[in-house]
């Protein structure tokens, strides 16, 4: 016989969360983080349906070792594209949801700059999606692209970070969030050339130990990859700890 008496229970506490959640949107209105558009009548919380579907749609043909988008008739092969080949990229292959365009641009700027660490969870959620489709078999470890300390302490958190906890979460992968670090304090890549990228990050990450990586595939986590050094050194420090392979997953494929 049913228990009538948990029943009751359960629909009283749905019930109450229906009616707290139907108040919280008369008096604070959720808005897509990215169109701005009303989530009232959707069942996402922070980013509307549509933007969703136009980041999740963006299969652009990619070159399979740094991400770039390429051309009709341009083809890239293990080595890299025109782009890339004739770069010492340190992670083998690149994943990514979207080029650095709209809505990914507005997103990941809310998210890293604007402090809205809730975006965490829908951003997360396209990098396992994209994940499903391709290596998740391969990975053993997740590990995020460091912030030095200062860095870390001074925006409160480590985006990247977050978004690799749900990866890991989600699809019971082991991750790493210390083992790897920032060793020095760099410049922001932002306003450097390609050349003073490179020479800004070399050295700037160390493995503090070694035997955890050994022999392991690593997925390496980042928001937005436009050169690749900073990517590209993490890789090498992790191949300098005998690592197997890395691959990396970023939301945004940038240019120069």
Partial sequence: MPDLHQ???VFSVSAIRDIFSGLLDVLYPRHCFACDKSLHEEKNTYVCESCLEIMEATKAKRCIKCGLKLGPGITSSSKGCHECKNTNLGFEKSFFVSDNIEPAKTLIHQFKYKKHMCLA???GSLLINLLHQKIIGEIDTVVPVPLH????QERGFNQSELMARKISRKLSIPISTNNLFRAKNTLSQTQLS????QKNVKGAFEVKNPEMFYQ???LLVDDVLTTG????ECAKSLKNAGTNRVFLVALARSKM
């Avoid at 300390?149 to 870390?152: D, R, T």
Wanted: aromatic content about 4%.
């Fill in 7 to 9: 029943e009751n229970k």
């Fill in 229 to 232: 050094m900073t990517a590209s």
């Fill in 194 to 197: 390609r050349t003073q990228r």
């Fill in 149 to 152: 300390w200062k860095k870390k």
């Fill in 121 to 123: 969870t829908p951003l």
């Fill in 216 to 218: 392991k595939n690593i």
